[in-house]
């Protein structure tokens, strides 16, 4: 096997999708302890803690306790290098959370189980089904009273339409909590708080009829745990890995994040059965990740990620080939070469200059401006990788600036950070508005904090007669000139230039639609 295929067979990238307080954070925090890449239980927050510090517009965020940065965390574990990309928690930024889901190779589902499948998951599910995104599913909390895990694996195959394959299953609940057996190694691992931190940390019998695990967890406990487990071999479905990568069947683990307990167990089978990368699309063929050309796309764009140095971090997800620190790259948006010095490598303990990184790597581009979500690199081959979408928002405000000096400013602020994608920036053809438009309202508030903290502009939203935007694509340049004029005070561009459509009304978007033969009307943009 060639250096990039046995270097990208050992890469698995994820990432996390749950409802706010499922316990994604807690999780994340064991799953880089295991991986050593952290000394103590409490760094993530610690970090999460030192980044507020650093950075004042994480101020709101913590004002309102949600997170709305992602970034990407690298740790080796059992041979294999994990890539676990964070997804913004909150629902406003949803759009953040799907591009980032375009970058990985499959998903962790963490389900509280308390409170069974909530509204997030189910949002986010969809959007995993959209690429058939393999998923396990890690059934957290545990250590206190829940629903019955027979019902809760009722709840996901029902309403998230994805058949179960219990690996883990649970023994006790709440105070009752003795362990977990694994259903494929018939392993029991007891469960101990303040243990488990290592296979010799824990205790783990080799099976249920192993001699001394009833006096540890009961005989009458022992007793109904083998009912149990009789009725969930009946009624629960087998692993099937290939049911599991195709998206039809997600593994099943139960534990409880915080006391590290069922944490082990998920990651061993998470690294040996999660898939390596996988070969992807782009707009004229599949690009397979052992090829030696170094291919990749931007999936997300965060400004200012160091306020002493004002940059902007496009965050490259490699697909093919062997990337070098230093290394000229084609970017083929721009027609132009484009060196990639100083790239940054996720180490889970800080960010620091990736020598070199393969598929399934995550890097990150310093840049200024030039660079876009959805851009492809490769090493001179005119292609685009596809399917990183960017939807029409559906919120729209006008932009008020207090201080009227301050208009340049105010431009290059909504242009920046609509480059990151969670908010889109129009300029009208026929007026001098700013239009930003959103997918949800507190996107407003977070713009026009930042907008302050970093721009020093002073500027507020207010309602604007906007109902939704269509991207605009015509084939002939006639037509196209015509449609123009015609609707010119509806038209605007878009922080790429692109032309739009801003519909007043859905009834207007209809008329329009109907009357513009030869004018293709998208909800999505695609880049490409
Ligand atoms: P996130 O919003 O999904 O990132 O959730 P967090 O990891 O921040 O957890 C939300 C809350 O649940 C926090 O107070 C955690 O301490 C708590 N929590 C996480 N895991 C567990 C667990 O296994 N058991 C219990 N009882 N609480 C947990």
Same mark, same amino acid.
């Given at each position: ?26 999780? #994340? ?56 990309? &964070? ?23 963490? $389900? ?9 998951? $189910? ?26 895990? $027979? &019902? ?56 249920? &009829? ?72 782009? #707009? #004229? ?15 997300? $764009? ?31 948006? #721009?027609?132009?070469?484009? @060196? ?65 000096? @301050? ?50 502009? &002073? ?70």
């Amino acid at each position: 096997m060639s250096d990039i295929a046995s270097e990208s067979s050992r890469r698995r990238t994820f990432a996390i999708i749950s409802h706010p307080d499922a316990g994604k954070t807690t999780l #994340t925090e064991k799953l880089l302890l295991f991986g050593g890449a952290i000394q103590m239980a409490g760094s993530v927050k610690g970090r999460k803690a030192a980044r507020h510090a650093t950075s004042d517009w994480m101020a709101l965020e913590k004002e309102r306790g949600i997170s709305v940065t992602s970034s990407v965390m690298q740790f080796p574990y059992e041979g294999r290098v994990v890539n676990l990309l &964070d997804t913004p928690g909150h629902a406003d930024f949803g759009e953040d959370t799907y591009r980032v889901l375009t970058a990985v190779d499959s998903a962790l589902m963490v $389900i509280d189980v308390a409170k069974g499948v909530e509204e997030r998951t $189910i949002k986010l599910m969809e959007v995993c089904r959209l690429r058939d995104t393999p998923i396990m599913t890690f059934i957290n909390k545990l250590d206190r009273e829940g629903k019955d895990p $027979i &019902d809760l694996l009722d709840e996901v195959e029902t309403v998230l339409g994805i058949q179960c394959a219990p690996v883990t299953w649970p023994i006790g609940m709440g105070q009752r909590l003795k362990g977990v057996v694994h259903l494929v190694t018939g392993e029991v691992h007891l469960y101990e708080p303040g243990r488990n931190f290592t296979r010799q940390d824990s205790t783990i019998f080799p099976s249920i &009829d192993a001699p001394g695990l009833a006096e540890k967890i009961g005989e009458k406990m022992l007793a109904d745990l083998r009912d149990e487990l009789e009725l969930v071999q009946g009624a629960s479905h087998p692993f099937d890995l290939e049911a599991y990568r195709a998206g039809r069947q997600t593994p099943v683990f139960f534990g409880s994040g915080v006391n590290n307990f069922g944490v082990q167990p998920l990651l061993d089978f998470f690294v040996e059965h999660a898939p390596p990368p996988q070969p992807r699309e782009t #707009t #004229t063929r599949k690009v397979a990740p052992q090829e030696d050309k170094l291919t990749g796309f931007v999936f997300k $764009i965060q400004a200012n990620m160091d306020p002493m140095h004002r940059d902007r971090v496009a965050f490259m997800r490699v697909c093919s080939g062997r990337f070098e620190a230093g290394m000229k790259t084609f970017h083929p948006r #721009t027609g132009k070469p484009l @060196k990639l010095a100083n790239a940054l490598t996720f180490m889970a303990s800080d960010r620091e200059i990736a020598a070199e990184a393969y598929p399934g790597d995550v890097i990150g581009i310093h840049n200024h401006g030039t660079i876009s979500i959805g851009d492809t690199f490769t090493e001179g081959e005119n292609i685009a990788f596809t399917g990183i979408p960017n939807f029409a928002p559906e919120l729209f405000r006008r932009a008020r600036l207090r201080d009227p000096l @301050k208009l340049k400013q105010l431009q290059k602020g909504l242009a920046q950070l609509s480059e990151e994608g969670a908010t889109q920036f129009f300029k009208p053809l026929m007026s001098n508005d700013l239009i930003l438009g959103a997918v949800g309202v507190l996107q407003f508030d977070v713009v026009a904090y930042r907008l302050k903290d970093e721009y020093g502009v &002073d500027a507020s939203f207010e309602p604007v007669q906007v109902n939704t935007a269509r991207w605009i694509r015509c084939k002939d340049a006639k037509t196209l000139e015509a449609f123009r004029d015609k609707h010119a005070m509806n038209l605007a561009l878009d922080a790429a230039d692109q032309l739009v459509y801003l519909a007043p009304t859905r009834v207007n978007l209809q008329l329009a639609q109907e009357r513009a033969e030869g004018v293709d009307f998208l909800a999505t943009r695609e880049h490409a």
